[in-house]
């Protein structure tokens, strides 16, 4: 307790505004539990006498009504007893963001979340609670829930607020069960589970004097001279400013991508500023599946300055009143300021998005493995970049002694990539072990050789050159690593697969790309190469990467390559990594055809001297290895999504039977030619 | 040709309607290519006047535009050989449906079916021809496409037709690129690619004289008497039904599943006599990855009676006269046409729905082999029922020769389980071997025992009694199927893991759940039972599977049960079919609560004396183990979706993370008394 005494002395040296956040953080590190300093803390606050607000930015577990609630009711209970005016939490707070088709199949799940609702209202107090929850639609035509949030105080609710703009594209599936709002901002309590037409009421909602326009989510994302083209035909900020607000509320749940901060930064900013309004964002945190969410709630003045930001990638309460300019701006990963304005092109200076990137993939799996019950990792080291990136990340989110790396060398693997795996390990401070798969390859060869001898008596076709050697090799650690996670309790094992090498099909199915996570599968090659460096530099244990694993160049090591003798390199049977990768950024975020990628010319033709037929023929390689890579997306293992755009089959949806695509095109007197030819 | 001629003779003593059909079966036997017919079929024809229709039935594959296109020009060229009226084809007829996240990423795509309709105009002469395509929108608000249908003819593109009403549930995702049009029916040609407002046009199509209503799928399933609730606020058909015209048309791309053709004969029926209308109905048929099209298109005729209808599972081209009462009535698959009424309770009276379920599935295997460029399969026979129905279903779709069943015994393996393997392979006339994994299981084990010695020394939580050796025994197999899918040219390993066992989580990763294709992972063990039964009596070759594989009570053979010292039996680990498959139905169908599921008395509890604890831990069992299954749905292989509601990842989607639903839920008391102890 002295402990707390002397921290509160120090604390009291702050300047004003400094002395909020010194408090706020010493309560939330005692778990709310230290009465002196949240006597302390309401006393600065009450001096601002109304718009205090604390922004409620939880990690949900989806689904967990009973686990959410408790959240909930915890921070209700804080900001009461700070006096806030009102305490905000992200969309969906009681399931959680995105519940999809759960809400069809188990109504049950909505009727427990709107009991726990009405329970929790019975708590509040003079400070109101701003909660999201699903809702029944009464009427008969439409669909059968909305994505609302309710405000709750003086132990009632007070009013409820529909999501009207809902996301159907890339990771988002709103429109599957969710109907949109046919009313922008509050209405009244009575209407709960009950909307049918529009009541007479404020569309704003009233605290302490001031008033306050509420919005989820989709709802701030449609200002139609930020967004040219658009995609709503109405913008319920722009219905709520005419209202004239003190303040905009958004109740946000946005997972975060690559880009998608410098967008969401100037979008909330050119809002704010255009409404004349200050304006609040609370977003969920926390990975849900192959979403990772990243918090860093956030205050825009009306003039469109950031005036609060909470921190990323972590829970926290922020406290902020963006009517007396209170707030502090928590800083954002490093390296994300630079880029608010920068073209879009594609580039190898990866620099901007690395920790970003990082912190992305370290909460994607901590809470992918903690909300499904698993604590420990398991997976193969070659002494290559894929799993050595992939051993780090999955270091730091479960802690070293709950990763095991096993080095499962074959007949191919060199002992340079043997020492590079152990010393890797040994750096990392990971569990560690040899397992030799020379036993494994010649028992399973020896079988399938008898069993091909048998099945060629009765088919043709058998290929002279085949995979089925570097298919076993995989295959037999997968084999390994699955049987340990079946043997120890919860452990889970790694699928290592990277971005690149999935658009080319260069993955094992049953090998490599199995697993129980897949955390680098949004990451291209030449990101990963950043990514290492980035790691090496930037982890409190520096170049925990052997230098050697970054400067060779990759190659499976499951086959010679019979013109150099040596193991195969990848680029060699397949592209330049760079130019590869400058292929898929050009797909997913210009959507340029076959074409189109030939008009400008590549990074890598810029600094190589590349003939048109090896350009061509890089292409065309390219295209067909990705129109047969199809099915091994569709078995993915879950993954972190990072990149604006990806392959994550949450995320982009291709039919499989779809591989027969022309990306090339035809001119229309080519067309007419065939159609002739057709007579 | 003097067969030929023979042929006709024999037609020409048919009454003049049957006449109509024989000449068109002839013509489409000879691949279109039978001028003496066509002369005989246009003058038959010629004496309607007005009002012939041809419906093209036809299978595209995905995105492959010069394919689809061809079987356009084949059956435009058909028509106007004929001189009909119009000549009528599915939903997005140039791309196939569903079409999905392909135009966001590859606009190529759109632009090109764009190129190919107008090129396909210039050939068309005084039959008209309704052709599916995707076209782009011109504003600057909204999505960027819209499902669209043009109405071709005299060299031209004479109007265009929006979809107005788009799926976004279940197996369906029409809003995530596609814009809801907002006027209903026919807009001139000017509007191609430029729908900014409406027009004054009419809303119909005139053709020789009469006018057609046309409407794109979902258009046509929104009647507000039938559908209570109904999904959408307008109904399409309704708003064309009141300009009178003389058909209403719909084109369309409409996935088979059980009750499913009940539904639509109903609901058809009942909007073309509330229409007062004759309704044109042209489906798409063929697979689409999960999606498998039954075809069947059908005229009903202003009174709701069915006047004609195309085959089921097979592409078609139908001649109809709505107006002057011509068509022909192909059979359905047997049974369905018994359920027309039947109400919704859990039977296992499966008869009625087997031949449909044979036939979804076969097309579902041929097409998505066929349309990824493979032909022949291999599949691992164990003697019992799963992989037994699996292998006639294949050879069925494949053909005998292009199957390899594979006999993979362990040390758990019966002597009866072996000879049924081979007894059903000899039956089938598909090829078949033995690959016996004891070496493999052997190697495979000490590599582990080794490696789990090293682990232990680092790790608690070593099982007692793991899944390790079932695993590795289900594992080895999946390594010899896959081994052969990479050593053969075009073939692919088949998973054969059931619903009933996936919902269970009762399936092998990298096991018996690993594959290209899992054809039964949509049907559960008690309908497999029935499938098995119904095939052996309904094929030409009669009961190819034995009786022993049909009696005996399933299990995997990896393990042996303490208890009785004989292989485990699915049934005794988990809990009797018929309740597990109860329940699945239950939550499929009625949405049932755990609560609910107590209400009322289960098929198994009627016929079997069942306690109240028995129930009990049967239903934990079930929702224990369906919570940790997630992670294996999402790693499903492609499959055929047959039942009203599936597990199929495209069709149903669940985050992995929300394993912790309660789903038994909890009183308001309760929630109440939760929450005051968190005090």
Not at 337 to 355: C, G, M, N, V
Not at 616 to 630: G, N, V
Request: charged residues 25%; contains cysteine; aromatic residues 10%.
């Amino acid at each position: 307790m002295s402990d707390i005494n002397q921290k509160l002395e120090n604390i009291r040296q702050l300047p004003e505004n400094e002395r909020v956040y010194a408090l706020n953080e010493l309560i939330e590190g005692c778990g709310l539990d230290c009465p002196a300093a949240v006597e302390e803390l309401k006393n600065i606050l009450k001096a601002y006498d109304y718009g205090n607000l604390g922004l409620a930015q939880i990690n949900p577990i989806l689904g967990d009504i009973q686990y959410n609630a408790q959240k909930v009711v915890k921070y209700i209970k804080y900001a009461e007893s700070l006096e806030l005016d009102m305490v905000i939490f992200p969309e969906l707070t009681l399931t959680g963001y995105p519940i999809e088709d759960i809400i069809d199949r188990y109504p049950v799940v909505v009727e427990e979340n709107i009991k726990w609702l009405k329970e929790i209202a019975k708590i509040t107090g003079k400070t109101r609670a701003v909660v999201g929850f699903i809702e029944k639609v009464k009427n008969n035509t439409g669909r059968r829930y909305y994505n609302a949030a309710a405000v709750l105080g003086e132990g009632k609710i007070e009013s409820i607020i529909r999501k009207t703009l809902l996301p159907n594209y890339a990771e988002f599936y709103d429109l599957r069960y969710f109907e949109p709002s046919p009313f922008i901002g509050a209405q009244p309590p009575e209407t709960l589970c009950n909307l049918q037409k529009p009541f007479e009421t404020p569309k704003l909602n009233t605290v302490n004097g001031k008033k306050y326009g509420i919005t989820i989510c989709e709802d701030c994302w449609n200002n139609d001279e930020f967004f040219v083209p658009n995609l709503y035909n109405v913008d319920p900020v722009k219905v709520l400013a005419d209202e004239y607000p003190d303040v905009i509320i958004n109740c946000s749940a946005s997972p975060t991508r690559t880009k998608k901060e410098q967008l969401k930064h100037n979008m909330l900013s050119y809002i704010s500023r255009a409404a004349k309004t200050p304006f609040v964002y609370v977003n969920q945190v926390g990975a849900i599946d192959n979403n990772s969410f990243d918090g860093s709630s956030r205050v825009y003045n009306a003039r469109g300055e950031l005036l609060a930001r909470a921190k990323s990638f972590e829970e926290q309460f922020l406290i902020v009143n963006p009517i007396k300019d209170l707030g502090k701006i928590y800083p954002l990963a490093n390296g994300l300021e630079k880029t608010l304005r920068e073209p879009k092109a594609f580039t190898l200076d990866y620099e901007p998005d690395l920790e970003r990137t990082y912190k992305t993939i370290i909460q994607g799996i901590r809470d992918y493995f903690a909300k499904t019950g698993f604590k420990r990792a398991v997976l193969g080291l070659s002494g290559g970049l894929d799993s050595s990136v992939s051993a780090v990340l999955v270091a730091d989110a479960l802690s070293p002694e709950n990763v095991f790396g096993v080095s499962m060398p074959s007949m191919i693997t060199s002992d340079e990539s043997k020492n590079d795996a152990q010393t890797l390990a040994e750096n990392l401070g990971i569990n560690f072990t040899h397992a030799p798969i020379k036993s494994m390859y010649d028992t399973i060869n020896a079988s399938l050789q008898e069993l091909f001898t048998k099945v060629e008596s009765k088919w043709e076709g058998r290929y002279k050159h085949s995979f089925t050697p570097d298919n076993i090799q995989a295959r037999s650690r997968a084999m390994l690593l699955w049987g340990i996670s079946n043997e120890f309790g919860q452990c889970l094992p790694i699928a290592t697969s990277d971005k690149s090498e999935l658009y080319m099909g260069y993955a094992t199915v049953n090998g490599d790309m199995s697993g129980g996570f897949a955390p680098i599968a949004d990451v291209t090659k030449t990101k990963l190469f950043a990514l290492a460096r980035w790691m090496n530099k930037n982890r409190a244990v520096k170049n925990v990467i052997p230098e050697s694993v970054i400067l060779k160049r990759p190659g499976a090591e499951l086959a010679i390559d019979p013109k150099t003798g040596k193991p195969l390199i990848a680029e060699d049977a397949l592209m330049p990594y760079e130019f590869m990768d400058e292929v898929i950024w050009r797909i997913e975020n210009k959507h340029e055809s076959y074409k189109e990628m030939f008009e400008t010319a590549f990074l890598y033709e810029k600094e190589n001297n590349i003939s048109l037929e090896q350009k061509t023929e890089w292409l065309d390689k390219f295209y067909r290895r990705m129109s047969t890579a199809l099915y091994k997306w569709s078995i993915l293992p879950p993954s972190v999504i990072v990149d604006a755009r990806s392959i994550n089959k949450n995320d982009y949806r291709q039919p499989i039977t779809s591989s027969r695509i022309n990306y090339k095109g035809q001119t229309p007197e080519e067309i007419e030619d065939i159609i002739a030819a057709w007579e």
